[in-house]
């Protein structure tokens, strides 16, 4: 099975400020037709996952412009450029490409 | 956009079986797959497997395989996930997500489904 790591595992940020998340793969998740499916999900306090990104870069309907997702290969990297008090909450990657679907063990982002 | 419908919560004996549902409005395709994620107490979430919504086809994560069966009921636009032998590692909720077919990502996701394990 690919396991997800992500770095940290708690990130406390101020209002206003940006915040990083990594997410490492123990293989690449590029598949067979070319493409990478990485997704990021925000999992608010009392509430299901909820899909914020998906294959590395592209953002899901409703999405704010200030969350972004990069990366290539093993390592990726969501960044939310201006952290809102809306951000609070567990981030997740999970990975798509190889079965079994497999997600790192979560971010938890709250604010200072 | 699509809507997920878990059924309400469960409290099972151990070595008991569980059957859950999972009802789909709103998608504009119905060549989609639903799949069940298990997310105990301070654990990953860990995916158990999947169901096609039409031809019924499913893939089960070999951790489940065994003790775990995913249904449909395409009539109903239901999915059904039966977890069998249920032990403590159990407790925990469980979620059904949508993918349209190949899309390679989970967009919608229902509320959960708290089941507990417990004598």
């Known amino acids: 099975d690919i396991v997800m790591t992500q770095t940290p595992l708690s990130s406390p940020v101020t209002l206003g400020q940006p915040a990083s998340i990594s997410c490492r793969s123990s293989q690449s998740l590029v598949h067979s037709d070319g493409n990478t499916y990485l997704s990021w999900l925000q999992q608010r306090p009392g509430q299901p996952p909820r899909l914020l990104i998906y294959?590395?870069?592209n953002r899901f309907s409703g999405v704010p412009d200030r969350v972004s997702g990069s990366g290539a290969g093993t390592d990726f990297t969501l960044t939310i450029s201006r952290v809102e008090a809306e951000d609070v909450g567990v981030y997740f990657c999970?990975?798509?490409?190889?079965?079994?679907?497999?997600f790192g063990q979560g971010t938890k982002l709250e604010i200072k | 956009q699509v809507h997920l419908v878990q059924s309400g919560a469960e409290v099972k004996e151990p070595g008991a079986s569980v059957k859950l549902s999972c009802k789909a409005s709103?998608?504009?395709?119905?060549?989609?797959?639903i799949h069940w994620m298990r997310q105990a107490p301070g654990q990953r979430l860990e995916w158990m497997g999947w169901v096609h919504a039409v031809n019924g086809n499913r893939l089960y994560s070999q951790k489940f395989q065994g003790r775990v069966t995913i249904t449909t009921d395409t009539s109903a636009s239901t999915a059904y996930m039966e977890l069998n032998s249920l032990r403590s590692e159990d407790t925990a909720l469980f979620f059904c997500a949508h993918e349209n077919w190949g899309s390679g990502h989970l967009d919608y996701w229902g509320q959960g489904t708290l089941v507990t394990v417990s004598s």
């Open positions: 294959k590395i870069s």
């Open positions: 709103g998608s504009p395709s119905a060549n989609y797959v």
């Open positions: 999970m990975q798509c490409t190889q079965f079994p679907y497999t």
